[in-house]
């Protein structure tokens, strides 16, 4: 009777793992070999995409404002 829940609760530890280790390694921010590229964000360009989802926002056609300060 107890084997449902085995299942399920065994299920959940695999998806979490799952996640975690695909947050590790594709995340940008995230430095595995610090001798050859010791900060790899730095090297992504304003239009690069690098979120999981975006329903809402293109990143090839985006315009960064330029700030002028008030004088």
């Known amino acids: ?4 829940l ?4 065994g299920s ?3 998806g979490a793992a799952l996640y975690v280790m695909r947050l ?20 992504l360009a304003p239009n690069d995409q ?3 989802k975006c329903k809402i926002q293109t990143f090839r056609k985006l315009v ?3 700030i002028q300060p008030n004088c």
């Open 24 to 43: 590790a390694m594709f995340n940008p921010e995230v430095c595995w070999d610090k001798k050859n590229n010791p900060e790899p964000w730095n090297k």
């Open 12 to 14: 959940g530890g695999v």
């Open 64 to 66: 960064i404002p330029k």
């Open 50 to 52: 690098y979120k999981v």
């Open 6 to 9: 085995f299942l399920i609760i």
């Open 1 to 4: 009777q107890l084997i449902p």
